[in-house]
């Protein structure tokens, strides 16, 4: 059976972390991203989770109190790079929107997400992945989506293998996945 965008994303990331592995979690949100990477890389690695929204980072610290491998960094993923200094990265994982039961006007924006793409990607190990769960159901998301497809199409095949994952028979702008994949020796 076909898994849905979230298993599916999940798996993308399981596939490839490892435990004792430095991870990202770019959009912590409510921290079901940030718990799952934790309990991917485990005691000995590192979960570094991003969000603009003290309430987010609050409520994924509530989620997540029994976990003492994780950063919570009030700031955005676009200054990844001023956190991960001496560390590779395994993985990644965005979730591009708004804050779920919080204020939609504040959402993800392709000015901050694409830079940290690139940040993240030259901190990537060979074979490492970003994963974005891309949710476009309202406007800032579509300007977003759009944004990231003419970037990453235009990705030289060389440095990495580009993904999407999406369900093409459902209504209401159904999320769909991008995953980046680096190559080897890349």
Not at 53 to 59: E, M, R, V
Request: glycine share 6%; aromatic share 8%.
């Amino acid at each position: 059976m076909l898994r849905r965008i979230l298993p599916q994303a999940k798996q993308l990331a399981e596939e490839v972390i490892q435990l004792g592995d430095t991870v990202v979690d770019a959009t912590c949100g409510n921290g079901h991203d940030t718990k799952f990477l934790s309990e991917c890389t485990g005691e000995t690695g590192k979960v570094y989770s991003f969000d603009v929204q003290a309430q987010a980072l609050d409520n994924a610290r509530a989620l997540c109190e029994s976990k003492n491998n994780i950063e919570f960094i009030l700031d955005s993923h676009a200054f990844v790079d001023s956190y991960i200094k001496d560390a590779s990265v395994k993985a990644a994982m965005f979730n591009l929107g708004y804050l779920p039961k919080g204020d939609h006007t504040i959402t993800t924006s392709h000015d901050s997400t694409l830079p940290a793409i690139d940040k993240i990607f030259n901190l990537l190990d060979d074979g490492g992945r970003i994963i974005i769960v891309v949710y476009h159901g309202h406007p800032a998301g579509k300007i977003e989506k759009d944004a990231l497809l003419d970037a990453l199409s235009k990705w030289p095949q060389k440095e990495a293998q580009i993904l999407k994952y999406q369900f093409i028979n459902q209504k209401n702008d159904a999320p769909f996945i991008i995953c980046i994949e680096k190559n080897r020796n890349a």
